[in-house]
């Protein structure tokens, strides 16, 4: 089962919190106790905590900046900073690719938060967007040498396989660096796309929410 990520890039914050609360804040409690008090990763930024149930995250600036799943799709582990920054590096370059076409993809959305970042202030971020259909949209400065202090991708590839340059399986992956310092391990998850994965919106049809 998941719960849909609220990140796309829309001014109209406030607005938009209150429709989401009002429409899956009763399933964000549903999942938050499947899942269990777990094993908690956190920073200023987000948390995520982890249990053989599942797994979610959460912003600790917009709590209803959330993205959880049940059952075995949830995937995760630590990983060094030379790792992380491995990783960034194949993020950057698949970015690049959606935003000169040369990538194609059902859909996607990454942002990723610095030392300091808000999605509500729009600041020391970078975010990109592109929903079915349309062209992809960026926003900040992405900052190749700099471990994020949360990044989140999410990933619909449709009827094509995942970019096996990237690394990272359909869903929603997402990146949490160590608390107070950027020297330690990261952690790495994903809430992958499963055939038993429950889409919250269509019942019927087991895949990822938008």
């Known amino acids: ?33 499947r899942v269990g008090r777990g094993t908690e990763y956190a920073n200023e930024v987000a948390r995520a905590v982890l249990s053989d149930e599942g797994g979610y995250y959460q912003l600790a600036e917009m709590p209803e900046e959330f993205a959880g799943a049940l059952g075995a799709g949830v995937l995760h582990r630590l990983i060094a900073p030379t790792d992380a920054l491995t990783l960034l590096a194949r993020m950057q370059a698949f970015v690049e690719e959606l935003l000169s076409g040369t990538q194609a993809v059902h859909s996607a959305s990454l942002y990723a938060l610095y030392a300091g970042g808000s999605l509500r202030s729009r600041r020391e971020l970078f975010v990109l967007d592109q929903k079915p ?56 998850a994903t809430l992958s796309r499963t055939p038993t994965t429950q889409d919250l919106s269509t019942p019927k049809t087991p895949a990822m929410i938008h």
């Open 1 to 33: 089962m998941f719960m849909p990520d609220n990140s796309d890039f829309n001014p109209d914050f406030d607005a938009v919190r209150a429709a989401h609360g009002d429409r899956h804040g009763l399933a964000i409690a549903y999942i938050k106790k």
């Open 133 to 188: 259909g349309e062209l992809p949209f960026s926003h900040g400065q992405w900052q190749p040498e700099t471990l994020p202090r949360f990044l989140k991708l999410r990933l619909d590839c449709g009827p094509l396989p995942p970019p096996p340059a990237l690394g990272l399986s359909e869903g929603v992956s997402f990146l949490l660096a160590p608390q107070h310092r950027d020297d330690g391990h990261a952690l790495l």
